[in-house]
């Protein structure tokens, strides 16, 4: 089911794109952003994104890009290091319920695909018959990797500086290992 609504949000981006040669202000952009990343409770980060957003009509816009996040913390203790290190590739579709000559909002949906290595430490209760205290408890690393994907939900606001250079500020919560919630700006440049 996921692939099929997929397949179908490319093709209804190409078609619509085809279609709409987008306004003089708000054609088709590649932006770069920076984030703060807060994966959960004591694991936060940075991450850095390139995108290509296009217009598919006056009030959706669609988009494709790349998001790197590295989140790192000591949420659960001292002794062992948690981590997140994510590479993902995103498509979105964005709706712009309010848009001027200078500026637009817009909120929307996408779909991530993420390959992540991960580091986290989870209690493990050893009870020891003899002792005092009867239970001892130890925080041992586990590492992994592996492939996730799943949908993202965002929110944006961009500002028109001139014809060609635009900037703004967006928030995502996504898939990098579990969801991940991101807020940075960003700076975008017309083809």
């Not at 993902?88 to 996408?110: C, K, M, Q, S, Y």
């Not at 493990?124 to 018959?129: E, G, M, P, Q, S």
Request: hydrophobic share 40%; proline share 4%; net charge positive.
């Amino acid at each position: 089911m996921k692939q099929i609504f997929f397949l179908l949000l490319m093709a209804v981006a190409c078609t619509a794109h085809a279609q709409y040669s987008g306004d003089e202000n708000f054609g088709s952009r590649i932006r770069a952003g920076v984030a703060y990343v807060h994966d959960f409770p004591g694991l936060n980060g940075i991450g850095a994104y390139a995108e290509y957003n296009f217009p598919l009509n006056e009030w959706i816009q669609g988009g494709a890009g790349v998001r790197r996040v590295e989140t790192g913390g000591y949420p659960r203790t001292a002794t062992v290091r948690e981590y997140t290190k994510a590479t993902a590739l995103d498509v979105n579709l964005l709706f712009v319920p309010f848009h001027t000559e200078n500026a637009a909002f817009r909120i929307g949906a996408g779909y991530s695909f993420s390959f992540y290595n991960v580091r986290r430490s989870y209690p493990v209760y050893t009870a020891h018959t003899d002792q005092a205290a009867g239970i001892e408890t130890s925080w041992p690393q586990m590492d992994a990797k592996g492939t996730t994907r799943g949908v993202s939900l965002m929110a944006e606001y961009e500002y028109n500086f001139s014809n060609n250079f635009s900037a703004g500020a967006k928030i995502t919560i996504c898939k990098a290992y579990g969801s991940v919630v991101m807020a940075g700006p960003f700076v975008a440049v017309k083809l």
